[in-house]
T-cell receptor, first 115, second 116 residues
């Protein structure tokens, strides 16, 4: 079956521009997560959606970062006024119910380069 | 707070010899622990997970890990390395308490090299 998909796979932008990254989770998965992977910081949690509950935004590094999940499915991560330190691979994951025993399935990531 | 420490940033083994990737965790409650693998230019794939059932967990591709509460360890092992095992391995702990998983907290990763 289809896994988690992300688009675009690569994004190059200029400092100060806004970018939108998209994630399509596995159909039927109620939990969706965004992570960031960078050379200096490793893999970091950004934000987590679970069903209709308010998202856990505790990992967002600044108010330039926001995310939404429409209709309990597709999610968009938006970075406003991008900075060079935002350059990283942005990973999306989904899990069936978000319980402790669940497996998180990861997408291939979006590589963001801010010039 | 939960955290994981991967004790080696790089491990190099010869093909056919055992693999040991070390991980220690810190958690204020009984944790869920995972090992993920990332091959070059590929996505993260789950190798195995511990969620308070059997302490010896078997995963894909011949890997296994043992949860040792007394040592707060969750080391990953494989009896015989294969060239295709060359990748980066992440030890991971669930960040949440109770029934929900919440976010995952990743170790810094161990890069495994396999020599022919």
């Amino acid at each position: 079956g289809a896994g988690v998909s992300q688009s675009p796979s690569n994004k190059v932008t200029e400092k100060g521009k806004d970018v939108e990254l998209r994630c399509d989770p596995i159909s039927g998965h109620t939990a969706l997560y965004w992570y960031r992977q960078s050379l200096g910081q490793g893999l970091e949690f950004l934000i987590y959606f679970q069903g209709n509950s308010a998202p856990d935004k505790s990992g967002l590094p600044s108010d330039r970062f926001s995310a939404e999940r429409t209709g309990g499915s597709v999610s968009t991560l938006t970075i406003q006024r991008t900075q060079q330190e935002d350059s990283a691979v942005y990973l999306c994951a989904s899990s069936q119910a978000g319980t402790r025993a669940d497996t998180q399935y990861f997408g291939p990531g979006t590589r963001l380069t801010v010039l | 707070a939960q955290s994981v420490t991967q004790l080696d940033s790089h491990v190099s083994v010869s093909e056919g010899t055992p693999v040991l990737l070390r991980c220690n965790y810190s958690s204020s409650y009984s944790p869920s622990l995972f090992w993920y693998v990332q091959h070059p230019n590929k996505g993260l794939q789950l190798l195995l997970k511990y969620t308070s059932a059997a302490t010896l967990v078997k995963g894909i591709n011949g890997f296994e890990a043992e949860f040792k509460k007394s040592e707060t360890s969750f080391h990953l092992t494989k009896p015989s390395a294969h060239m295709s095992d060359a990748a980066e391995y992440f030890c991971v702990v669930s960040g949440a308490y109770g029934g929900s998983q919440g976010n995952l907290i990743f170790g810094k990763g161990t890069k495994l090299s396999v020599k022919p």
